[in-house]
């Protein structure tokens, strides 16, 4: 499950954020929301699971010139 | 893992977060406007001008005015030297900073729809939020 951790350092203000079990860029879209309510961050770094990108499955298709929903059952 | 990022000295970029922020350590009276002018506190009008005021008298006896300005990057404080170290025992802008986090916190937690789960390590708190 994708998951977002937050934490925040009460002391000095810090807060540090992230965001994990999303794999691709697709985490740049909760890395934009921080950065909306933030600003820059100091520091931002993409780890290994960033750059795998989302498996895509194939999916098989009659060639016969059958459509599929006339498939017997 | 796939996004680290850090922020220390953030700006306050957004006028709702930042009023709740506010009101969680207590400033419930905000003067709202444009290019308002801040006040000294013996009534003296400072240079300073800002969008977001909190009025001296709802600080302290001897304070001034608190001021956020509106900028492109987000609300900046004036806050003299005399609540800087006056203010919440000289740790405003901290409590500010980690006031705000909590609401972006929350924030974040509604719009992805997710669940929060909180925890406290000495002094640091940690909340993770699902989808």
Request: proline residues 5%; hydrophobic residues 35%; aromatic residues 8%.
């Amino acid at each position: 499950m994708p998951e977002v951790e937050f934490t925040i350092d009460p002391e000095t203000g810090k807060l540090e954020l992230h965001v994990r079990g999303i794999a691709g860029p697709a985490c740049d879209d909760v890395a934009k929301l921080a950065r909306d309510l933030l600003g820059a961050p100091e520091r931002e770094l993409n780890t290994r699971e960033y750059v795998l990108r989302p498996r895509v499955r194939p999916q098989l298709r009659a060639r016969s010139g059958r459509r599929d929903d006339q498939w017997p059952s | 893992m796939s996004k680290y990022l850090m922020f220390q000295d953030f700006v306050l970029k957004d006028r709702r977060l930042l009023l709740a922020a506010l009101a969680d350590l207590g400033y419930t009276e905000v003067e709202e406007g444009e290019v308002l002018p801040l006040y000294g506190y013996l009534g003296d009008r400072r240079p300073e001008t800002a969008e977001l005021v909190v009025r001296r008298q709802h600080l302290g006896s001897a304070s001034n005015d608190l001021g956020f300005a509106r900028t492109p990057e987000g609300y900046v404080p004036i806050v003299s030297d005399y609540d800087q170290h006056a203010l919440h025992g000289g740790q405003f802008l901290v409590k500010l900073r980690t006031a705000y986090s909590e609401r972006v916190v929350e924030e974040v937690r509604r719009r992805l729809r997710g669940t929060a789960r909180r925890t406290v390590d000495g002094s640091v708190v940690k909340i993770t939020v699902r989808f």
